[in-house]
């Protein structure tokens, strides 16, 4: 055969003994090469859908961005769903609480 195997009716250990000079083979010729060619230790090279190199870096950040907007946007309608006569009361009653011990006292006479 062109790769070197043989043709033909063999048996078990034959064809065992041939499976691992071919694989010596392939090893010793891998480890021969220049690890630049054969890309060992190379960096991944991360890819979209339509075949685009894409930076994993990037995309997390886009990926935090948009669910921070998200929150957000979920907050606001979260604030918007209380009622503004509720969100009013509850400032009040807390600027109450805050200035309540200074009415109490009085003015203070320092000079």
Not at 4 to 28: C, F, S
């Amino acid at each position: 055969m062109s790769s070197g195997e043989k043709a033909g009716l063999q048996n078990a250990r034959v064809l065992k003994e041939e499976n691992a000079v071919n694989r010596q083979r392939k090893e010793d010729f891998f480890k021969g090469l220049d690890p630049s060619v054969s890309g060992k230790h190379a960096e991944t090279v991360y890819r979209d859908k339509q075949g685009k190199k894409v930076d994993p870096k990037l995309e997390k950040l886009k990926q935090k961005e948009k669910k921070r907007a998200t929150e957000e946007e979920n907050e606001q309608f979260m604030t918007w769903g209380k009622g503004f006569v509720r969100s009013s009361l509850q400032f009040c009653t807390c600027i109450m609480f805050c200035l309540l011990p200074l009415l109490q006292n009085g003015p203070s006479q320092e000079s």
